[in-house]
């Protein structure tokens, strides 16, 4: 499979897990999705605060008004009534308290607080509704046709199954408080998974077809002077107030948190919520709440209407309702980045390091890769800040570090199979040390064939044919095995590369890995130097066995060939071409008429012999022409004046292998 091909595979396979990153199922993505919105929200109340429109106003059932008059269930409803009259230059009024049941501590309550509400005439109350199937009698059957009966019905399929729920499950305030009220309008939140309120259901329908809007929305069609059925007319999508649109995704509105707890003055993050304290509102002169919107609702400690929102863990229901009031009423939309926008980003998230990563080296990948990342945040941290889009951030990250990390993966199980080859190929050639120093540095080894100025050997056994003719096979092998185990190691002593074995001939190379200022002659010489001095010892050991010995002849010339892997896709070899290595292989042969057991040419002198002039010396045999050559070649034969252990630190001192 070519590499475009996996990488093609690859992206697949990632666009549908980055498509199940953005389902539900996947509750971390979630997570990280919740997580990364509530941090830009906090850097837009740092950076670009919100003041808390002075028009919604709370009036709080705080602990100073607890103290004053006790706990709520033990007021009399004719209290509410009293507030009503001084909010009654108010523009709307939000009676944020469920009232199910009469009430019990004064049976004239209920009506006085009915007939403040129609005085006011613009007086909201909320009405409960049940999560479970819940028990009802035929009265409270009545109740809710009352209550479903002001509101406007819909068809069912444009709204998604969530949003939709069973008509009895709703709990009516008691009908003299219905009746009296301008509209009505469910008290429920729904909280995210980790228990944070940022985006309210604007409106539910009943599985008959009845459009249920939420309490602060119709708060803001009475604020807005706007009927429940005009407002409603395009749910799920949409909500019209006026000349105001503000969008709805099947029927959740999208918040931008400002709010924090009222009467709170330490810096924080957000808005704190304007609020005056019920006590205080009873007594206040009416003029103080004209235009206001006014939500009524408790704060005091204990209570557990808590709604936290993602800038104030302890923020309170009424206080919610009224941050939703600010969405609906002030605040410009807030809006998801559009499908294809959003499946844009994650597919160049993901399609472009795994091209990267296959078209280019990992230095050049991974700067694009940088790159790439840098260009998809700034369009995704553009469409926030400008457009107020939200993006989804989880599957564009996730599918970016998804592919990044397999593009990587697959980067180094490629770099390991190429080590191991590499290993493979050259350890069969050249020292561990040298091995290692080519797998960290592959260059160095020009595997692809580069021209280099390398010093070659080649050795042969003399009289090779008949001695194999006249001893068993069995011989033939063990003593040529410990043959050419002792010239491989004298060749790798000294950075050379064994080249191969030519029958009973051995060809080396000396320069490949090594520094230009290296000496490969001198380096040549002393190996072949201690490839005889290895023979020696070998041969007096075969003597004292009854073996049969050797005797060889080691020809070497210095010049320029081709190196590299050179063979069929079948078959490689790591040699070199040329004249130079032709012109060895002549002198190699030229021993035996010379009767010299180490013959080099005048190049190989000319290198060395600085090196080497007090441990060898260079005999001069004459010009010889050889075939395919027009310049006649001049040789020499080389004679050990010491033992060449005595200067293999010497010469190895002089040249350093490649880093």
Same mark, same amino acid.
């Given at each position: 499979?070519?590499?475009?091909?996996?990488?093609?595979?690859?992206?697949?396979?990632?666009?549908?897990?980055?498509?199940?990153?953005?389902?539900?199922?996947? *509750?971390?993505?979630?997570?990280?999705?919740?997580?990364?919105? /509530?941090?830009?929200?906090?850097?837009?109340?740092?950076?670009?605060?919100?003041?808390?429109?002075?028009?919604?106003?709370?009036?709080?059932?705080? /602990?100073?008004?607890?103290?004053?008059?006790?706990?709520?269930r033990y007021w009399s409803r004719r209290r509410y009534a009293q507030l009503i009259e001084r909010l009654k230059f108010a523009k709307a009024v939000g009676l944020d308290i469920l009232f199910l049941e009469p009430d019990d501590h004064d049976k004239k309550g209920d009506a006085a607080l009915a007939k403040a509400m129609r005085a006011h005439g613009r007086v909201v109350i909320p009405f409960h509704r049940w999560k479970e199937a819940h028990p009802f009698s035929g009265q409270t059957k009545k109740q809710i046709h009352a209550l479903l009966s002001r509101f406007p019905r819909t068809s069912l399929s444009s709204f998604p199954k969530e949003s939709i729920v069973y008509p009895y499950n709703v709990q009516p305030p008691i009908p003299i408080l219905l009746h009296a009220a301008k509209e009505v309008g469910y008290a429920d939140a729904n909280a995210d998974a980790d228990g944070v309120y940022r985006t309210p259901k604007a409106v539910m329908v009943t599985n008959d077809g009845t459009l249920l809007p939420h309490f602060s929305?119709?708060?803001?069609?009475?604020?807005?002077?706007?009927?429940?059925?005009?407002?409603?007319?395009?749910?799920?999508?949409?909500?019209?107030?006026?000349?105001?649109?503000?969008?709805?995704?099947?029927?959740?509105?999208?918040?931008?948190p400002i709010a924090r707890k009222g009467g709170t003055f330490e810096k924080r993050l957000g808005a704190p919520v304007p609020t005056v304290s019920f006590a205080d509102a009873l007594t206040m002169p009416p003029e103080k709440f004209a235009g206001k919107i006014v939500l009524v609702g408790e704060t005091a400690s204990g209570t557990t209407d808590i709604r936290p929102n993602p800038l104030d863990e302890g923020l309170r229901g009424v206080e919610w309702n009224a941050e939703i009031l600010v969405n609906l009423l002030h605040l410009p939309p807030v809006r998801p980045l559009p499908t294809g926008v959003q499946w844009l980003l994650i597919a160049?998230?993901?399609?472009?390091p795994l091209w990267l990563y296959t078209a280019f080296p990992?230095?050049?990948?991974?700067?694009?890769?940088?790159?790439?990342?840098?260009?998809? *945040?700034?369009?995704?941290?553009?469409?926030?800040?400008?457009?107020?889009?939200?993006?989804?951030?989880?599957?564009?990250?996730?599918?970016?570090?998804?592919?990044?990390?397999?593009?990587?993966?697959?980067?180094?199980?490629?770099?390991?199979?190429q080590k191991r080859k590499i290993?493979?190929?050259?350890?069969?050639?050249?020292?561990?040390?040298?091995?290692?120093?080519?797998?960290?540095?592959?260059?160095?080894?020009?595997?692809?064939?580069?021209?280099?100025?390398?010093?070659?050997?080649?050795?042969?056994?003399?009289?090779?044919?008949?001695?194999?003719?006249?001893?068993?096979?069995?011989?033939?092998v063990r003593q040529m095995r410990q043959y050419l185990t002792e010239m491989t190691e004298a060749i790798q002593n000294h950075h050379g590369v064994l080249d191969k074995f030519i029958g009973d001939g051995v060809m080396a190379l000396y320069g490949p890995f090594l520094q230009n200022n290296a000496n490969r002659?001198?380096?040549?010489?002393?190996?072949?130097?201690?490839?005889?001095?290895?023979?020696?010892?070998?041969?007096?050991?075969?003597?004292?066995?009854?073996?049969?010995?050797?005797?060889? *002849?080691?020809?070497?010339?210095?010049?320029?060939?081709?190196?590299?892997?050179?063979?069929?896709?079948?078959?490689?070899?790591?040699t070199a071409l040329g004249d130079t290595v032709n012109l060895a292989s002549r002198l190699q042969t030229m021993t035996k008429e010379l009767k010299a057991d180490l013959v080099v040419s005048g190049e190989v002198k000319t290198e060395g012999e600085q090196v080497l002039w007090d441990v060898v010396?260079?005999?001069?045999?004459?010009?010889?022409?050889?075939?395919?050559?027009?310049?006649?070649?001049?040789?020499?034969?080389?004679?050990?004046?010491?033992?060449?252990?005595?200067?293999?630190?010497?010469?190895?001192?002089?040249?350093?292998?490649?880093?």
């Open positions: 499979m070519l590499a475009w091909q996996k990488g093609l595979m690859g992206a697949l396979a990632l666009l549908a897990f980055a498509q199940g990153l953005g389902s539900e199922r996947f *509750g971390f993505a979630d997570d990280l999705n919740r997580w990364l919105t /509530d941090i830009h929200w906090r850097w837009h109340a740092a950076w670009r605060p919100v003041a808390f429109p002075e028009d919604i106003l709370v009036v709080a059932v705080d /602990d100073k008004t607890l103290n004053r008059f006790k706990r709520l929305l119709a708060m803001a069609c009475v604020a807005k002077d706007v009927e429940l059925s005009d407002a409603l007319q395009n749910a799920p999508y949409a909500l019209r107030l006026g000349d105001r649109i503000v969008p709805l995704e099947d029927g959740v509105l999208r918040l931008q160049l998230a993901i399609g472009v990992p230095r050049q990948a991974n700067l694009g890769a940088l790159t790439a990342l840098l260009g998809i *945040g700034s369009v995704m941290e553009g469409a926030f800040w400008i457009g107020r889009f939200v993006p989804l951030w989880a599957p564009v990250l996730i599918g970016f570090t998804g592919a990044t990390l397999l593009m990587g993966l697959q980067r180094f199980a490629q770099e390991e199979a290993r493979q190929m050259f350890s069969l050639y050249v020292a561990p040390e040298v091995v290692e120093q080519i797998v960290l540095d592959p260059q160095i080894a020009h595997q692809e064939g580069a021209r280099q100025r390398v010093a070659i050997l080649f050795s042969d056994v003399r009289n090779f044919t008949s001695y194999s003719e006249q001893n068993p096979p069995e011989l033939v002659g001198a380096l040549a010489v002393t190996s072949a130097l201690e490839m005889l001095e290895r023979l020696e010892r070998l041969n007096n050991r075969w003597a004292q066995e009854g073996l049969p010995t050797f005797r060889i *002849g080691i020809g070497i010339h210095i010049g320029e060939a081709v190196v590299g892997n050179i063979g069929t896709p079948r078959r490689v070899q790591y010396e260079f005999v001069d045999r004459g010009t010889v022409t050889v075939r395919g050559r027009e310049q006649p070649v001049r040789v020499y034969e080389v004679r050990r004046k010491t033992m060449t252990g005595e200067v293999t630190a010497d010469v190895a001192a002089q040249t350093r292998t490649e880093k």
